[in-house]
């Protein structure tokens, strides 16, 4: 029997219950013929218009996105729109398009779980537990081989796909770091947990200026950890590969891609 949307979907359930997902979100088939067959699934952080077209052009059954098109209500969807055209685009070229989002951020291999893992943090645990101790969201840990903030920073740069904006620190470049939080993708809403707040470096993306400037404040006290921000699009496209890996084991005959195309939002950027 072929492997259908449905089958994928369950799959998915199965790998990234949306059960973990949190009550905002808003993960599952977003577009798509649930009996319609699948062959070939294409992965990406974001749907937009260039990862839709790679995925059509590659003739993928199913667009497998990480950040969910639809996750604010909408009321048109006319082509003049990116929505509209995104969904439009799919629906002609046959490609039903799934989303899984903080459902894939929370499990023991998500998107936290294998930055903590590619940084080599030992003993990583969630920040805020979940279903489950060993789910939840971010990741705690001590680094195998303590290293200064400066040095964890150019790491990043090797381990992290290059975007525009590069890596930001906050923090003396020689502070020595061994204990580690972080929460791949926007987690400024951490900076307090006591967790974060007890480590000698938190790792995230998307701070904003007034909470990053209390936090760096507080650090200067002695009351909290250095910070550093990376780009949102590319710590969490380290998880597509894992994610791969296991809708491979999964679905044992469907063909598994990932999308290298950047779909950070910024372009280039000017140095004063």
């Known amino acids: 029997m072929p492997t259908t949307v449905a089958d994928v979907a369950a799959a998915v359930e199965s790998l990234w219950p949306a059960s973990g997902a949190e009550g905002w979100d808003a993960v599952g088939l977003v577009a798509g013929d649930p009996d319609a067959e699948v062959r070939r699934i294409h992965l990406a952080v974001d749907a937009v218009l260039d990862t839709v077209d790679e995925a059509v052009e590659a003739s993928a059954d199913m667009l497998l996105v990480h950040h969910p098109l639809l996750l604010r209500g909408v009321t048109s969807v006319a082509e003049d729109r990116y929505k509209g055209a995104v969904v439009s685009r799919l629906i002609r070229g046959g490609t039903a398009l799934l989303a899984a989002h903080t459902n894939a951020d929370v499990v023991e291999t998500g998107t936290s779980a294998v930055l903590a893992s590619r940084i080599g943090l030992a003993d990583a645990a969630p920040i805020v537990a979940g279903e489950s101790p060993s789910r939840g969201l971010g990741r705690v840990g001590t680094l195998r081989e303590p290293t200064s903030l400066g040095r964890l920073a150019r790491a990043l740069s090797d381990i992290l796909p290059p975007t525009a904006g590069g890596i930001r620190v906050a923090g003396d470049y020689d502070r020595a770091v061994s204990r580690v939080a972080l929460c791949a993708g926007a987690g400024d809403s951490l900076l307090g947990h006591p967790t974060v707040t007890g480590a000698d470096v938190y790792l995230t993306s998307d701070?904003?200026?007034?909470?990053?400037?209390?936090?760096?404040?507080?650090?200067?006290?002695?009351?909290?950890?250095a910070l550093?921000?990376?780009?949102?699009?590319?710590?969490?496209?380290?998880?597509?590969?894992?994610?791969?890996?296991?809708?491979?084991?999964?679905?044992p005959g469907v063909t598994v891609t990932v999308s290298e195309l950047r779909t950070d939002p910024w372009d280039f950027l000017i140095v004063q």
């Not at 701070?207 to 950890?225: I, K, N, V």
């Not at 921000?229 to 969490?236: I, L, M, N, P, Y």
Request: charge should be negative; hydrophobic fraction near 45%.
């Open 207 to 225: 701070l904003r200026h007034h909470p990053a400037s209390e936090a760096r404040e507080a650090a200067l006290l002695g009351r909290g950890p």
């Open 228 to 251: 550093i921000d990376v780009s949102h699009w590319s710590a969490e496209w380290l998880w597509l590969e894992t994610a791969g890996e296991e809708l491979r084991s999964a679905l």
